[in-house]
């Protein structure tokens, strides 16, 4: 009945701009589908089945529905967000919604981006406080302190110096979605 109604904010920044990208689900179906196609079980907690029920069967969590994060707060914030978009784009609210996951149906979700001119192009402070989060005491030492994109960043600066090999299943599939035939990658 809500969509997870991703939020994104962007901020210039150096090395690299802030950019936090979220959903106010626990994942995203994206996410939930990558587990079905590759027969792996996701967490408790995730997800519930067509029934209501919980469930860490990836498969049976795509006809169901994502759990909200942040428990009563995040289904307030999913709510919220569903019914200012809803009424601000005039678009289709809950199960009405269609075409997000599929490509033959015509999408009628609504979408708003709200772009700001700065009040201050000093975006080296906006560096440098970034940087002075990163660099705060780590409850866990094995795992420093990161903000929003810097797991994504590190991981797209590995693939273009070491490659990026896919899962072979997800390959295959979409070799076969293409209509080519590739048995090995």
């Keep these: 009945m809500i969509g997870t109604n991703p939020i994104a904010i962007g901020v210039p920044a150096d090395p690299q701009p802030f950019v936090m990208d979220m959903a106010t689900s626990q994942v995203s179906m994206g996410k939930l ?80 981006f709200i772009v700001m001119e700065p009040a201050s192009r000093d975006f080296a402070s906006i560096s440098a406080y970034l940087d002075t989060i990163r660099n705060m005491p780590a409850a866990d030492p094995d795992r420093p302190v990161a903000i929003p994109g810097d797991r994504a960043g590190a991981e797209y600066n590995r693939c273009l110096e070491t490659g990026h090999e896919p899962d072979p299943e997800i390959w295959r599939t979409i070799c076969a979605l293409a209509n080519d035939t590739v048995t090995e990658f």
Aim: hydrophobic share 40%.
């Design 33 to 112: 589908h990558d587990y079905a196609n590759r027969g792996k079980s996701i967490p408790e907690g995730w997800a519930l089945d067509e029934a209501g029920n919980t469930t860490t069967d990836a498969a049976a969590a795509t006809k169901g529905s994502i759990a909200p994060f942040g428990g009563p707060k995040g289904y307030a914030l999913g709510l919220g967000f569903e019914v200012l978009v809803g009424v601000l784009t005039a678009s289709a609210l809950g199960t009405d919604v269609e075409g997000t996951l599929d490509d033959d149906m015509v999408c009628n979700k609504g979408d708003i």
